[in-house]
C-alpha cells in the first residue's frame, strides 16, 4: 500500500462521476480520510493549478478513449499513470508515463512510490509528457487541417479539368 511506503503521499481527486459515493465510502471504511481530497468539478483556472501542484496524474479510466485531463497534466510537464485499457496506451509510452493492468492495485502504488521517490525520473518522464502533447496544440492542428482541405481543393480543381477535357474530346 502507498501510504505504507509514503506516508505523506495525499490523493486528490477531481471530477465527478457515478463511483464517486462509492469511492468516498471506500475512503472512510480504509480510514484513509485525512489522506484522500474530493475536490469535484473544477474550473479551468483551478484544474490547471491543482496540476501544478500534483507531482503524479493518474487515470483509471477503462472507459476513456481521450483524457483531455491526461493530456493536460502533461502539458504541465506532470508524469502520468493509467489504466492498460482502450486508447490510454496510444498517449502514454514509457517516455512520459506508465500503464498498469485496471484491477492491480499493488502494480499501481508501487509505481506511484516509485515516481514519489524519484523526482529525477519523474522529472524526466513529465518533460516526455510535455514534448509529446506538443503534436496537439491548437497551430498544429490548424495546420493539419490547412493541408488538408488544400490537397482536397487541388484535387477538386484537378477533377475538374479533367472532366471539361472529357467533354471536349467527346464533343457533348
Given at each position: 500500500m502507498l501510504k505504507e511506503r509514503i506516508p505523506s503521499a495525499i490523493l486528490v481527486i477531481a471530477g465527478h462521476g457515478s463511483q464517486e459515493r462509492h469511492l468516498r465510502v471506500l475512503v472512510q471504511r480504509l480510514g484513509l480520510e485525512p489522506s484522500v481530497r474530493f475536490v469535484g468539478t473544477l474550473s479551468k483556472s483551478s484544474l490547471a493549478t491543482l496540476f501544478q501542484a500534483a507531482d503524479v496524474f493518474v487515470t483509471m479510466s477503462t472507459s476513456e478513449t481521450?483524457?483531455?485531463?491526461l493530456l493536460q497534466a502533461m502539458a504541465c510537464g506532470i508524469p502520468?499513470?493509467?489504466?492498460?485499457a482502450r486508447a490510454l496506451p496510444e498517449y502514454i509510452g514509457n517516455d512520459r508515463g506508465s500503464l498498469v493492468e485496471a484491477s492491480d492495485a499493488a502494480s499501481?502504488?508501487?509505481?506511484?512510490?516509485d515516481l514519489l521517490s524519484h523526482p529525477e525520473l519523474a522529472s524526466q518522464l513529465g518533460r516526455g509528457g510535455t514534448a509529446f502533447v506538443k503534436q496537439f496544440a491548437t497551430e498544429r492542428?490548424?495546420?493539419?487541417?490547412e493541408h488538408h482541405y488544400q490537397i482536397l481543393i487541388e484535387r477538386k480543381a484537378s477533377d475538374e479539368r479533367s472532366y471539361q477535357d472529357q467533354l471536349c474530346?467527346?464533343?457533348?
Open positions: 481521450q483524457g483531455m485531463a502520468v499513470i493509467g489504466a492498460n499501481l502504488s508501487a509505481r506511484l512510490a492542428i490548424a495546420d493539419q487541417w474530346r467527346t464533343g457533348v
